[in-house]
């Protein structure tokens, strides 16, 4: 859950203010162990990219970091279970197709993400994290 009371404390910043703040704690957060939203100290940062993203401003310009942020992805559907298949019916409804034990074939409903789009951030060490998130008004 992102803590909303940071997002507006961060709002009142400048964008050059707002990038320092960011860019900081953010990205040795987005490389700790259990990820970013299992330490208390990341959050803070974590609402204002969010908030960010959801609004169609892009991830916060790093420069001397080294980083590499990908364009915006998007994937409405999560990952088929191992054994299955993405499959698109002819209603266009997303399905995972399988065989079952008894060799008769298995059409499961695709189940949609809450969060669809996303960006990749690759960092100097090769260590990449994949941000989701929904655009929002």
């Not at 999560?78 to 993405?86: E, F, L, S």
Request: glycine share 10%; net charge positive.
């Amino acid at each position: 859950m992102l803590v909303m009371a940071s997002v507006a404390v961060a709002r009142a910043q400048t964008p050059a203010g707002q990038n320092e703040f960011l860019c900081g704690p953010l990205l040795p957060c987005l490389q700790a162990p259990g990820g970013a939203n299992a330490h208390p100290e990341c959050k803070s940062a974590l609402a204002v990219v969010f908030e960010r993203l959801r609004f169609g401003r892009g991830f916060p310009n790093c420069p001397q970091s080294g980083i590499k942020v990908s364009s915006e992805g998007y994937s409405p559907y999560m990952d088929c279970d191992p054994g299955y298949r993405p499959v698109e019916d002819a209603s266009r409804v997303m399905l995972c197709r399988g065989v079952g034990a008894d060799g008769r074939p298995i059409e499961i409903t695709a189940k949609a993400r809450a969060n669809p789009q996303y960006v990749d951030i690759t960092f100097l060490n090769g260590f990449n994290v994949r941000l989701w998130y929904a655009r929002g008004s």
